[in-house]
């Protein structure tokens, strides 16, 4: 590199201490309006947009950008605008997309019907069926089944149920006093009728008897030097 100017650098600093804002010898600098285009691949990817502080999180993060509020909104303003499109033409699609959502999703009030079956099936006014209730400005009771009604409930006691007699005086047939019904296998057996278990008496080691032990003995093995099997020395 003889004849040639060249320089050194000496020191690297990983943050930045140049301004952020506006432009700097025609170069770009992380605007709002760039920052947006850095998100808009995001966003249409997860479909997701991301609050004003996750988008300065994420731009500390990855590119070491210290974002004020302003300047988030504005980015995700621009990133929504590419992927969304603007805020008005989204309000001139909302009456062909409520228009949409009335074919795909037909509920038939007159015969209790809905698209999603559940209508028909729990006989109970499904979320689709109770947003055209309301539309229609109608009570949500008169479209449940009469199977959850209190009424219902009522008239099932209206009926007369007899009491039956003493079994001596059961007038049964031959056929059915004959039959034999033995108890089921998992019944719990009553445990006033089933004995408890014997209680086990522990004996001393050293006398084998009971009512004591080895502490409270009154034959210490020390106090029987003749027994053979007393190893005390």
Known sequence: MEG??????????????????????????????????????????????????????????????????????????????NVFGPLDMSYQLLPAYCHQLKLVNPVNLSEKTCSCKKFQNDLLPCSHALAAIRFCKKKFVDFCSDFYKTNTWLEIYFGLIFPVRHPSEWNAPAEVRSEVVLPSEWNVPDPQTVPPPPLQCRKCKSGKQEGHNIRTCPIRPYDNLTDPDNDVE
């Open 4 to 81: 040639k100017n060249y320089w050194i650098v000496r020191i690297f600093e990983e943050d930045h201490s140049c301004t952020i804002d506006g432009l700097h010898n025609r170069y770009r600098q992380a605007s709002a309006w760039l920052i947006g285009e850095i998100l808009s691949p995001k966003l249409a990817v997860s479909g997701r947009s991301l609050k004003p502080k996750e988008i300065m999180i994420d731009m500390q993060v990855e590119h070491g950008l210290d974002l004020n509020d302003t300047k988030a909104w504005k980015a995700k303003e621009h990133a929504e605008n």
